[in-house]
Structures are given as structure tokens and as C-alpha cells.
């Protein structure tokens, strides 16, 4: 019979890999912010046709939260975490991306359910582009998408059964996701230049 940690293991793995399917959707969305906000609400908008399902974004919840609930429990049990690098970055990534994902999904849901506002490409902008907020989301961002490439780094770090090159593929999916961050971080702040945020959304934020 498997181990309840085996099983919490096989667990995490499993939604870990449906999660990655719209994390990776979703990610991909960004992107197009680098062209122009319409693309990114055209992409936005094909996709939420999907997660926007009752069902779908239902599921897609309790994914977070299962996700976080069994990252932390493996933590726990696994503390202090083994001394090779990738193994404390699964560990230190999934700490921080299971802050990130409160916040950001708590956000979002406040957003929808109690600001009334949109939740779109704006929603993202507003604490981007507006000072001194800026110096909080570019980091928290960069660090979201930095983390989510460090946890699929150590996993394939643990998995690769090449183990002499291991290593410098596990680094390059790290430094990957830290140059993506950085990327959505310049598309979602037109390179640095700044966007004007609807007046309605700024009155209906209140931070
Ligand atoms: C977007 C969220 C997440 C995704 C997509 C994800 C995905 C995964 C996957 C696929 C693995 C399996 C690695 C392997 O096969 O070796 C894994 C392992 C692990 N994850 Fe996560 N994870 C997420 C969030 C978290 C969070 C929030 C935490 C902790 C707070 C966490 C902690 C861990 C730990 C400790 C392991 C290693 C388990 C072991 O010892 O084998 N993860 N994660
Ligand atoms: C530059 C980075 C990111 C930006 C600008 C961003 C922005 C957004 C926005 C605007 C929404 C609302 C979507 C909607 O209303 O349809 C959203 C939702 C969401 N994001 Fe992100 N996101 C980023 C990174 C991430 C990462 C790294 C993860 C996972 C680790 C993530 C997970 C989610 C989840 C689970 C939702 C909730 C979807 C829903 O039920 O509506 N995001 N994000």
C-alpha cells in the first residue's frame, strides 16, 4: 500500500500538471501584451470562454487551494529540505508561490465580487504603472514567474534520468522563467513608459 506522503506526493504531481495547463494558458495570454493590450484582451477573452465555466473555474479554485494545502504539508514534512540547490528551490519556490497565489487570487476574486470591476489586463496594469505601488507588483510578479519555471526546474532536476546534464538544463529552465517575468513585466508597463488606467477602475480600487 503507498505511504500517505507517497500518495500527497502523487497528489500535488497530479494537479500540479492540470494547474500547469492553465498556468502555461495564461502565461502564454501575457505574452501577447508585448504586441498591445488588445491582443492580450483578445487572447483573454478567447480563454475565459473556458475557465470562466461555473465548472471549470471551480475545479480550477480548489486546485489552487489543494495545491497550496499539500505544497505545504510536503514542506513541512520535508523541512529542513535536503542540500542539493534544486531541492531548495522546489521547496523556497513553492513557499512563495503559495503567498503569490492568495494574494493574487484573493485579488482577483475581490476584484470581481466586491469592487465590481473588470479583472482584465487593466486590473494587472493598475499597480504597475502607478507610483510608489510599482516597486511592490514588478518584484511580485517577477518573482511569481520566476518561481512557478524554479519548481518545474527542481522537478525536472529530481526526474532527469541524464544526470550529467541535469544540472544546466534545470538552471536554464530557472533563468527562463526569470526572463519571461521580466518580459511581462515591460509588456504590462509598455516597456517601462507607463499606461493611463481607466479613471473608473482607479475610483473603484480602493488601496
Ligand atoms: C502553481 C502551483 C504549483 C505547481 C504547478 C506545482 C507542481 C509540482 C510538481 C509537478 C511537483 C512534482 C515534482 C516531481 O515530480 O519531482 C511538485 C513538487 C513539490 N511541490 Fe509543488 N507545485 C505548486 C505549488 C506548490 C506549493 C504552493 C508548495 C509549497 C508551499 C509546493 C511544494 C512542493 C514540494 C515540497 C515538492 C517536492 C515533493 C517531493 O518531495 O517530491 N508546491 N510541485
Ligand atoms: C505577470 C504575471 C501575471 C499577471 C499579470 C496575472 C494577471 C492575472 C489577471 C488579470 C487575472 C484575472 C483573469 C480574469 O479575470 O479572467 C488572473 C487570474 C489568475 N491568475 Fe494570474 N497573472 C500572472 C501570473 C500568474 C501566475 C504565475 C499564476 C500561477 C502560479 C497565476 C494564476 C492565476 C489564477 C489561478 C487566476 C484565477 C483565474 C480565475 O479564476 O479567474 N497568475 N491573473
Redesign the pocket.
Known amino acids: 500500500m503507498p505511504s500517505s506522503s507517497s500518495s500527497l506526493k502523487a497528489g500535488h504531481r497530479l494537479s500540479g500538471l492540470v494547474?500547469g495547463v492553465?498556468?502555461a494558458l495564461?502565461?502564454g495570454n501575457?505574452v501577447l501584451?508585448l504586441h498591445s493590450i488588445a491582443w492580450h484582451q483578445w487572447g483573454?477573452t478567447r480563454?475565459?470562454l473556458v475557465?470562466?465555466q461555473p465548472v471549470v473555474?471551480t475545479l480550477?479554485?480548489a486546485a489552487?487551494l489543494w495545491q497550496i494545502g499539500s505544497g505545504l504539508l510536503l514542506v513541512c514534512r520535508g523541512w529542513p529540505p535536503a542540500t542539493p540547490f534544486f531541492e531548495r528551490v522546489q521547496g523556497y519556490s513553492g513557499l512563495y508561490?503559495a503567498l503569490?497565489?492568495l494574494i493574487?487570487?484573493g485579488a482577483?476574486?475581490v476584484?470581481?465580487y466586491v469592487w465590481h470591476v473588470?479583472?482584465?489586463?487593466y486590473?494587472?496594469?493598475r499597480g504597475?504603472n502607478t507610483a510608489p505601488w510599482y516597486w511592490f507588483f514588478g518584484p511580485y510578479?517577477?518573482l511569481?514567474?520566476g518561481?512557478?519555471f524554479g519548481h518545474l526546474a527542481a522537478a525536472h532536476y529530481r526526474n532527469r534520468r541524464n544526470r550529467d546534464r541535469a544540472p544546466m538544463e534545470a538552471l536554464l529552465i530557472l533563468v527562463s522563467g526569470f526572463v519571461l517575468?521580466l518580459l511581462?513585466?515591460l509588456?504590462?508597463t509598455n516597456y517601462f513608459r507607463g499606461i493611463p488606467v481607466p479613471v473608473a477602475l482607479v475610483k473603484a480600487v480602493h488601496w
Open positions: 494547474l492553465f498556468i495564461h502565461l501575457h501584451a483573454m480563454l475565459r475557465y470562466r473555474e480550477l479554485l489552487v508561490l503569490f497565489l493574487h487570487v482577483v476574486l476584484g470581481r473588470e479583472t482584465d489586463f486590473f494587472a496594469a504597475l510578479y517577477l511569481a514567474v518561481a512557478i517575468g511581462l513585466v509588456g504590462f
